[in-house]
């Protein structure tokens, strides 16, 4: 079946650095690519979709220039979180759309932690 | 997109057959609907999928009446490791991938 890896899975950053999450579709080809944010007992929140090849669209409310992202592949999707604050702290969360697969195939998440 | 509305939760004994509904009044007629298992700190899994009457797989089975208006997971004989939230989604079904929100979801307590 469809896979789609996400890395790192933890990561601890202090303020104001940025951290680069990566998603992959690993066996078909991600058109589209969906970000999600979840914070603890609240459900998932999409923050962004985006195309192979064109610029991503941010739901209201997400800033574009804080989270940056890229899908200049058919199987490489990355979120940049520029320069992270605590309250950046969540688990983020990928989801890979394309050919092969039931639709929509999550990675496993990032929980990242600003200190 | 298609909104959707399910109890948020749910508590039930290890064993028993779990039903879980969710309600999606405005599906359109190209729409599937798709339901996801979620643990904590792990990305959703998909369930099973299904556009019209009954589907079933080694995991779950899904009801979908003729109306398509709502949609019934059905989880036989759970067991502790069944305990999760479970979302029901209803993304477009045609045109490309149109993005998908999420709900609540139902938290399923599963009792030994």
């Known amino acids: 079946g469809a896979v789609v890896s996400q890395h790192p899975s933890r990561v601890i950053c202090k303020s104001g650095t940025s951290v680069k999450i990566e998603c992959r579709s690993l066996?078909?080809?991600?058109?589209?690519m969906f970000w999600y944010r979840q914070f603890p007992k609240q459900s998932l929140m999409l923050m962004a979709t985006?195309?192979?090849?064109?610029?991503?669209?941010?739901e209201q409310g997400v800033e574009k220039d804080k989270f940056l992202i890229n899908h200049a592949s058919l199987t490489l999707s990355t979120l940049t979180v520029t320069s992270a604050h605590p309250e950046d702290s969540s688990f983020y969360i990928c989801s890979a759309a394309g050919t092969g697969g039931y639709g929509y195939t999550f990675g496993s998440g990032t929980r990242l932690t600003v200190v | 997109l298609a909104k959707t509305t399910q109890p948020i939760s749910m508590d039930s004994y290890e064993g028993q057959e779990v039903n879980i509904t969710c309600s999606h009044n405005n599906i359109a007629t190209n729409d599937y609907i798709t339901w996801y298992q979620q643990f904590p700190s792990q990305g959703p899994r998909f369930i099973i999928q299904?556009?019209?009457t009954k589907v079933t797989n080694e995991v779950a089975s899904l009801f979908i009446p003729a109306d398509r208006k709502s949609s019934t997971l059905s989880l036989p004989r759970v067991s502790l490791s069944d305990t999760a939230v479970y979302y029901c989604?209803?993304?477009?079904?045609?045109?490309?991938?149109?993005?998908?929100?999420f709900g609540i979801g139902t938290k399923l307590q599963v009792i030994p």
């Open positions: 989604l209803v993304p477009r079904g045609s045109g490309g991938y149109q993005k998908v929100t």
């Open positions: 299904g556009y019209k």
């Open positions: 066996d078909f080809q991600a058109t589209t």
């Open positions: 985006s195309n192979e090849g064109s610029k991503a669209t941010y």
